[in-house]
């Protein structure tokens, strides 16, 4: 069973029901948000928590059924088509196991960690009860050699992932798919789960040592690495942030020392240049091979699990039409590729044309690739590099996509902002929100029920993909039309995104930056629901 972090309610090792668990996980996060209160007011504000979340647990759908698996990550040889990583992963193969549901079911996932440190299991994108999360505070970590199980139900379909919340273990291969079915969805003849990544750990450096040389007094110079650039966009729901507003003075990023460069992320492309990227765990040159009809409609769902960096896919001959972004309906656009940043998810239809088609995702800016195959006939494959033509056609991007109707989220509350700047640098690769690290953070506040703005801000120089956990939020585009359902959202830089949320989940979430880098060192947050 896992311990409470240091600064949580001491429970001197005695076994915990669920029920205890979760009043022990919210009054660990709420001591450490309360310091300074009296006990009977930590007391106060965690009963109230507690009986928030069993509320909101309670309003959400129920089946009836439930959906058990069993994870166990650990240390493995993984073979990524030829090159074999050292790594952790959830049993010896990456992705791991898919965990797949419908709506109102309740998921039983038992972690068995057989790792030498502490883990966590994430359910990225999942409206699910806090103290399930898979972060701390609100779910204590799992500790070497300990069991737990995550129950909670599934209220939204969509298309989601695992991942684990526990330093840079993210950028390893502790990652999984999980699919919410809603029956009323099908309406193709067979689906494709795409999971991309970037890969260093067993092959290159470790995430470590790379996080060691970004964050060291002798950080190489990324001058002399490839330089790549695409057709320039502007996100419509976007404004320019001309000058910074977290409190520190502007730093040259990377992006003024020559590094990897793209117009669609507004710059600077990412910190790492990664010695593999891959679709569904294989490298360009040992491809999976997807095999369908000519003539079917094919439903792929996109997951981009990689740390940091952001990929357009195309698949060759064949335009997609895109229907969901993280999980929610979109008024249907048809693109010719697609621009997937860490953590989003979009899911598209295709119709099968005949014969043997690569599916590639550029690494966008950093001059390589990861590849799959659809085969519906006969024809051999291009060469590994290969790079069609959609790859610079219409590409899709986040402004171009309205969530439908029945998912809209309304309009905002009037004068009720959540102002989120995000700050940091290169030089110093401190990065933060609200002008603090995470480990000095004044979280932001919301009360249940409310309607906030959130204002992404980024006047860095370098583009951010901003995850709330527990939560969607639904952008809004400069006009004042509501824009796409999102978890994650690129938030260029020099520019803000505004979003309204709904405050219906109450707990203490986290709100970071999924640059697994930028995360650990130091841009992420709280939002945490006060009563």
């Given at each position: 069973m896992p311990v409470l972090p240091t600064g949580g309610v001491p429970f001197d090792g005695a076994l915990l029901t669920r029920r205890g668990f979760m009043a022990a996980s919210v009054a660990g996060g709420l001591a450490l948000a309360g310091c300074g209160q009296s006990n009977s007011q930590v007391s106060g504000a965690t009963a109230q928590m507690a009986a928030a979340i069993a509320a909101a647990e309670k309003a959400r759908p129920h089946s009836g059924r439930t959906v058990t698996a069993s994870l166990s990550p650990q240390q493995a040889?993984?073979?990524?088509?030829?090159?074999?990583?050292?790594?952790?992963?959830?049993?010896?193969?990456?992705?791991?196991?898919?965990?797949?549901?419908?709506?109102?079911?309740?998921?039983?996932?038992?972690?068995?960690?057989?790792?030498?440190?502490?883990?966590?299991?994430?359910?990225?994108?999942?409206?699910?009860?806090?103290?399930?999360d898979g972060a701390a505070p609100a779910t204590p970590n799992i500790a070497a050699g300990q069991d737990f199980t995550y129950r909670f139900s599934v209220p939204n379909p969509g298309t989601y992932w695992g991942h684990p919340h526990t330093g840079l273990d993210a950028d390893m291969g502790l990652y999984l798919p999980v699919i919410v079915d809603d029956p009323s969805e099908g309406d193709y003849d067979a689906e494709w789960i795409v999971v991309l990544d970037d890969w260093t750990d067993g092959v290159g450096k470790s995430p470590q040592q790379l996080y060691n040389e970004l964050t060291g007094p002798d950080k190489p110079s990324r001058s002399a690495m490839p330089t790549t650039s695409t057709t320039s966009t502007t996100p419509a729901n976007a404004t320019t942030s001309p000058t910074p507003t977290s409190g520190m003075p502007e730093m040259p990023g990377m992006s003024d020392n020559g590094g990897t460069k793209s117009d669609l992320l507004g710059g600077d492309a990412g910190d790492i240049d990664y010695p593999y990227y891959l679709i569904n765990g294989r490298i360009p040159a040992a491809p999976t091979t997807f095999k369908a009809k000519p003539g079917q409609r094919i439903r792929i769902r996109f997951i981009n699990t990689g740390s940091d960096t952001a990929f357009r896919v195309a698949l060759a001959g064949h335009s997609m039409t895109v229907t969901h972004t993280d999980g929610f309906p979109v008024v249907p656009t048809q693109v010719d590729a697609l621009l997937i940043g860490m953590a989003e998810r979009y899911d598209v239809i295709v119709t099968a044309a005949d014969g043997v088609f690569p599916l590639v995702a550029l690494a966008e800016g950093k001059n390589d690739l990861a590849r799959a195959l659809l085969s519906t006939g006969t024809g051999s494959a291009p060469d590994p590099g290969f790079q069609p033509g959609e790859l610079g056609q219409r590409v899709g991007t986040i402004e171009m996509f309205t969530a439908t109707t029945p998912v809209n989220l309304g309009r905002p509350q009037p004068d009720l902002n959540l102002p989120v700047v995000l700050g940091g640098n290169m030089v110093q690769y401190n990065w933060m929100i609200n002008g603090r690290p995470y480990s000095d953070t004044d979280p932001l506040h919301v009360r249940e029920g409310e309607r906030p703005t959130i204002t992404f801000d980024n006047p860095t120089m370098m583009y951010h993909p901003i995850h709330l956990h527990g939560h969607t939020f639904q952008l809004i585009n400069a006009d004042g039309s509501p824009g796409a359902r999102k978890d994650t959202v690129i938030v260029l830089p020099k520019q803000k995104i505004l979003a309204v949320l709904v405050a219906d989940n109450p707990g203490l979430w986290q709100l970071h930056c999924h640059n697994t880098y930028h995360q650990d060192a130091g841009m992420q947050t709280r939002l945490d629901y006060t009563f």
């Open positions: 040889q993984v073979d990524l088509g030829g090159p074999v990583a050292r790594t952790l992963a959830y049993g010896n193969n990456i992705p791991g196991p898919l965990i797949r549901a419908k709506v109102g079911d309740e998921l039983v996932v038992t972690v068995s960690n057989r790792l030498d440190h502490p883990t966590s299991v994430h359910w990225h994108g999942i409206a699910l009860r806090n103290d399930m």
